[in-house]
């Protein structure tokens, strides 16, 4: 996608972030970070002992020099054990750097998601720079790490593997770090040839995981069947997937050309290296036992060589996130509010005020709420109507102080509208279905009383869902849902979970969001008696799917384009003859025909 | 007896998981592969061949070595030899190997590229052709899932698992004839301490492998809990209930209390494993240099640097196969998984005929049906007898649970009932082709599907153009003053990702009405058609309901009386049985639970 490419252009060069991170984690944590460092360095010229010491005992073996032998094995030996003790260690020690550095990161990230307005999760650059910045960071900051260790590593390793060759015939080394000039080179160039195909691609990549979504979910299995597209999605889908092909194969075409090249060097290389040892023998500068060593000192260094320049590459590409944090921390920065005080304690039902507020989303030009001016008294119930974008919403969002708005003023009680306070109480439509235990999908209500299973089991039990704990095989700390539980809920269900986490706060003002799925009628009247009883003696305000019910409320209020168009009881309303009188005899044209034979 | 319970046998093996024998894994392994290299012969055999020419290099390559070192020797006691020869062919051997590479990879690329989405497409092709009854089974769903998620990287992996082994086992092999004919029993010598050993590392292996696994978990919980804070909905919770400090708390917790207490496990199963190697190690070498420097067998200059290449060559590869061994394990329980897969029956299969027969209008008789979902005991539709005249409107009313999405799924023929016979006309619904029923039905289903393409597409899938049918369905629908108003028309894509728009729930669902609608079949099925809808839209969608269910037999399943009302005939279903059967009028009369339902909606506006 585009802002792929432009954040990997943008930004060749990630080193700076790199030695940044490490900073961080050697201020939070020095001694694990020196301790790795110092085994990567000193672990790793182990290869050089293998290299002196296989040469020694051939050369002692072809000798007869048993003790020469021995003394040799012992140093290969040595070096065994080395090499065994250097990876549980290095492990060890990588995993606690490597958590430090996820730890670092993430949770700044975090903290400052959260300190960032809600309304600006809808204005894109920014929610772009949070995903992006976001997505496993934790997992992503340890991969960097262990990068750049695995790139000291292969360079300790290359030059150790090289230093017994030195002292044989230093023409050897020249021969063989010359040859692979080209081979870094082409294999730098592989690394980035990959990067830049899978980034072109990304979008055709996404249209095919969409398809092959919608094949594998269950919501489009009955369409799909009866319907008889399957066939066609997965051509399309393979179509999507030979489209990617086509030109990865193109681009692995050009880089095994270029591999092949470098590849030839290389092998020039090992021929004159192989000539000038055979000369060394000959001229017997060199013992005999030595051949063994260097032919193995020569493979094993230019198998480094490769690795190197991957890892080289893969430093500066897997770094380019880094960058992705430090733009979202801008951006971010660029919104936080100062979280304000929370407002004095006060108890009873909370009254509401809107002084000419009107709000805009961040980098739009249309207001979604205009000029509005309300009051809602303390223990007032409303009913918020009206179509699909008329703001309601938005309204509901303003008055629990998730949103800012761009003019005006929202008052909670008598001072400003935040969402920093613990009394507001809301069922959303899109309510959060918290895949973690039933315990947290309750008490996130009120986290401070999360450990009170009385008062959880209070709750579950006024929003009909009592008996759920006991069902359970592990009760309130049963893990919910499909993602990491065993038992995945109904729809139904997961809807009651989210009236008894608002039944568990001690909320003044109570915000519902009645669902428009398709709840039975039965369902629905249960639901409805619901939120009046979590309702009563709080100020309530619902936005109501259901034009009939809604006329039960204290005050019906009718959104249309950002404004309240109609405020009134059902009776004045229905006197009024405008939108909501239209609406509710709509409905009631359904209802009311006939409706003598009830009787 | 059930069908529900014959399709289980059918899943068996894919449910019980790491039930198989080793030997059968190996052969789902060599299976898979087999069915990787038919898909694209040529790179795979390509692929092979370069395994096996470098493999081959390193015995070529010490063979020639200790050749080289003979010249040497030769040569240097002043006889006449020709150590160039020699050095050449050893240097071919290490240069044939480097030149090998690339061409390895590419052909590895080919088949990454195109034989891996084939094999991948096949199972996703027999997602949408397996029963549905089965696919909505949780646990089958599960492995379903599984399988094709896997199936990209575990293929790669598969192949992969065959290039190591191949590249491993060639060198060992030769290594070892190489050392037999110096003297055979240098090769009891370097390989009887291993065996203890491969037995520990198995066991290790198996530890750090468990441990690993529990560290995937919490790291998934971490991971989900970090991305509440980069979702729109868990934002707005986050905010209200104060929940953001809770919640960085427990993501720390997720992200490495595991891996504390993990760490020192893997470290001290690692330390037990690395340690084994060292010791069967230190016997090899006492062995060797007992037996050389004892002259218990006589060896020359180059017998001790063959066998000292090798016994490096056998050190460097054994490892890496002891890896590639258990990998082969692992993806062979995978391989076994998807030729299981791949060989369930294929009920909803697509298979094209010849013969287009025009859809004639049919009656649907339901004779002693009985439905039970797979693993369940209890019927979902019990016993129902039922028959829909020519043209009929009948509505289905009942609560959530009740059954009638099911007994609609019977109807279309996407699930089989386990007992009793669905007529379409006087034939058996379960005798007439798919095909043929794709033709006589269309659905609009609570859960219909948003294709990420674009607005004709949507509603022309799979079927081809025809401009004034589909005129009529986008009016008909209500969908002209949308297409109107977006940017690219009818061609505009319906996925914001993809550089497209989305479109509200309502247009969504007026879309799935359209192309129900386009496929102008004589049934129509609607399951709660106007569920996303706002009050308004809902009545529009009402008023259209007339003209979609003219001239068709229409089946409509809502919870809004006010639309049932509108129908020819209402059934309300009750725990899988059909307890009232009338029109609105006659079940008002009845006074049961439909006029108890009727009271409740209606009152509301009185």
């Excluded at chain 2, 069967?280 to 006589?298: E, K």
Aim: some cysteine.
């Amino acid at each position: 996608m585009v802002s792929i490419v432009s954040v990997a252009q943008k930004h060749p060069s990630n080193w700076r972030g790199i030695v940044q991170l490490l900073g961080g984690i050697g201020r939070r944590n020095p001694l694990p970070l020196v301790s790795l460092t110092l085994l990567t360095i000193i672990g790793n010229t182990r290869t050089g002992l293998y290299v002196l010491s296989l040469g020694g005992i051939t050369e002692a073996l072809i000798v007869q020099n048993r003790r020469q032998a021995i003394m040799w094995a012992l140093v290969f030996l040595g070096a065994g054990v080395m090499e065994q003790l250097y990876w549980p260690f290095r492990n060890h020690l990588r995993s606690i750097v490597v958590d430090d550095a996820g730890v670092l990161l993430q949770k700044r990230v975090l903290l400052k998601s959260a300190q960032v307005p809600l309304e600006h999760y809808e204005h894109a650059p920014f929610f772009n720079a949070l995903t992006r910045a976001n997505d496993d960071l934790g997992g992503r900051s340890g991969t960097i790490i262990s990068l750049v260790f695995d790139l000291l590593q292969v360079l300790i390793l290359f030059a150790s593997i090289l230093a017994p060759v030195w002292f044989i015939d230093a023409r050897i080394v020249g021969m063989v770090v010359i040859g692979c000039i080209p081979l870094f080179i082409s294999t730098w160039h592989t690394a980035h040839t990959y990067y830049e195909v899978k980034t072109r691609n990304a979008p055709i990549e996404l249209y095919a995981s969409k398809l092959s979504d919608l094949i594998l979910q269950r919501d489009a299995a009955a369409e799909i069947r009866l319907f008889g597209t399957g066939p066609r999605l997965v051509q399309r889908w393979l179509g999507a997937r030979n489209n990617v092909a086509e030109q990865s194969i193109r681009a692995v075409g050009i880089v095994t050309r270029s591999q092949f090249a470098g590849e030839i060097f290389v092998a020039m290389s090992m021929a004159a290296a192989i000539t000038l040892l055979v000369h060394n023998l000959l001229n017997g500068r060199a013992p005999l036992g030595s051949l063994v060593a260097v032919v193995f000192a020569i493979v094993w260094s230019i198998d480094m060589v490769g690795g190197l320049a991957y890892v080289t590459r893969a430093v500066r590409e897997n770094g380019a996130f880094l960058n992705d944090v430090f733009v979202f921390e801008e951006e971010a920065t660029r919104f936080q509010r100062p979280a304000p005080a929370i407002a004095s304690r006060s108890t009873g039902p909370m009254k509401v005020r809107l002084k000419n507020a009107s709000f805009r989303y961040p980098d739009t030009d249309r207001d979604v709420v205009h000029n509005l001016n309300l009051e809602i008294a303390a223990g007032e119930h409303i009913a918020l109507l009206g179509e699909n974008g008329a703001g309601k919403s938005t309204l509901v969002r303003l008055i629990a102080g998730l949103y800012t708005p761009t003019i005006g003023r929202v008052y909670q009680d008598d001072s400003i509208a935040t969402d920093n306070r613990d009394d507001i109480g809301a069922v959303f439509q899109d309510f959060e279905r918290w895949q973690l235990p039933l315990r947290d999908n309750v008490g996130f209500g009120n986290i401070n009383q999360i450990s009170d299973d009385t008062a959880i089991h209070r709750a579950l039990e006024k929003s009909d869902l009592g008996n759920l704990p006991q069902e359970l095989e592990d009760g309130l700390d049963t893990w919910l849902g499909r993602e990491f539980g065993e038992r995945d809920l109904s729809g139904g269900q997961w809807q009651r979970l989210a009236i008894a986490r608002a039944f568990f706060r001690n909320a003044r003002l109570l915000i519902l969001d009645e669902p428009t799925a398709a709840l039975d009628p039965l369902a629905e009247q249960r639901l409805f008696e619901r939120f009046r009883e979590l309702a009563a003696g709080k100020t309530a305000i619902t936005i109501s799917h259901r034009i009939g019910p809604a006329r039960s409320a204290d005050r019906i209020l009718v959104m249309d384009r950002g404004q309240v168009i109609e405020d009134g009881t059902h009776e004045s309303l229905m006197n009024r003859n405008g939108m909501y009188a239209s609406m509710f005899r709509s409905q009631q044209e359904w209802y009311n025909h006939d409706s003598g034979e009830t009787d | 007896m059930s069908s529900g319970s014959n399709s289980l046998v059918a899943i068996q093996p894919l449910l019980g998981e790491s039930k198989r024998s080793l030997l059968s894994r190996v052969r789902s392994f060599i299976w898979l592969i087999g069915k990787l290299a038919e898909t694209i012969p040529l790179p795979f055999i390509c692929w092979l061949g370069m395994n096996i020419l470098q493999g081959s290099m390193p015995p070529f390559q010490i063979w020639a070595s200790g050749k080289l070192v003979n010249a040497i020797q030769v040569r240097i006691d002043g006889h006449q030899a020709n150590p160039w020869l020699w050095a050449i062919l050893m240097a071919s051997g290490l240069a044939g190997s480097r030149l090998l590479a690339p061409t390895k990879s590419w052909c590895e690329a080919a088949i990454h590229e195109q034989g891996v989405p084939a094999v991948h497409s096949r199972v996703l092709e027999r997602t949408t052709e397996v029963d549905l009854a089965l696919l909505e089974y949780q646990a089958f769903h599960d492995v379903a899932l599984r399988i094709a998620e896997q199936a990209n990287q575990t293929l790669k992996e598969t192949l992969k698992t065959l290039g190591d082994i191949l590249t491993n086992v060639i060198p060992i092999i030769g290594a070892i004839l190489i050392i037999s004919r110096i003297h055979w029993l240098l090769v009891a010598a370097l390989f009887l301490p291993l065996i203890p050993l491969l037995a520990v590392s198995l066991r290790q292996g198996d530890l750090v492998w468990s441990a690993l696994s529990k560290q995937t978990r919490d790291r998934r919980i971490a991971q989900y809990i970090a991305a509440r804070f980069s979702d729109r909905q868990a934002a707005k919770e986050i905010r209200l209930f104060g929940l953001a400090d809770e919640l960085i708390q427990r993501w720390e917790v997720h992200f490495t209390a595991t891996r504390k207490e993990m760490r020192g496990k893997i470290t001290r199963a690692f330390l037990r494993l690395q340690l084994g190697g060292t010791g069967a190690d230190v016997i090899s070498y006492a062995v060797l240099i007992w037996a050389i420097t004892g002259r218990f067998v006589h060896l020359t200059a180059a017998d001790i640097t063959v066998l000292m290449g090798a016994f490096m060559t056998i050190g460097n590869q054994s490892f890496q196969l002891q890896q590639a061994t258990l990998d082969i394990g692992k993806h062979g329980g995978f391989a076994a998984d998807v030729r299981a897969f791949l060989n369930l029956p294929a009920p909803c299969a697509v298979i094209p005929t010849s013969a287009t027969i025009p859809p004639q209008p049919l009656s649907i008789t339901l004779d002693h049906v009985s439905f039970a979902y797979p693993g369940a005991t209890a019927n979902v539709i019990d016993d129902v007898n039922l028959t829909i005249p020519v043209g009929q409107t009948l509505a289905i009313v009942g609560e959530n649970g009740a059954g009638k999405t099911t007994l609609l799924k019977l109807i279309l023929g996407l699930y089989q009932p386990d007992s009793g016979r669905i007529f379409f006309g006087d034939r058996d619904l379960q005798s007439i082709p798919i095909v043929e029923r794709q033709a006589l039905m269309a659905a609009v289903f609570q859960s219909f599907s948003r294709y990420p393409e674009s607005i004709l597409e949507n509603i022309t899938i799979p079927k081809g153009h025809d401009a004034a049918e589909l005129e009529r369905v986008i009016s008909e629908a209500g969908l002209d003053r949308m297409i109107a108003d977006v940017p690219d028309g009818i061609e505009t894509i319906l996925s914001p990702d993809l550089g497209g728009i989305d479109l509200s729930g309502g247009q969504w669902q007026r879309l799935a009405i359209a192309r129900a609608a386009y496929r102008n079949a004589t049934i129509l099925a609607l399951d709660e058609p106007t569920a996303a809808l706002d009050p308004l839209a809902e009545v529009d969608i009402f008023k259209r309901f007339a003209q979609l269910s003219d001239n068709r037999t229409t089946i409509l399943i809502s919870h809004r009386l006010g639309m049932t009302r509108l129908a020819d005939r209402i059934i309300v279903i009750e725990h899988g049985k059909i307890t009232e059967d009338g029109t609105h009028a006659q079940l008002l009369r009845n006074n049961h639970h439909y006029a108890e339902l009727w009271e409740m909606q209606s009152r509301w506006y009185r």
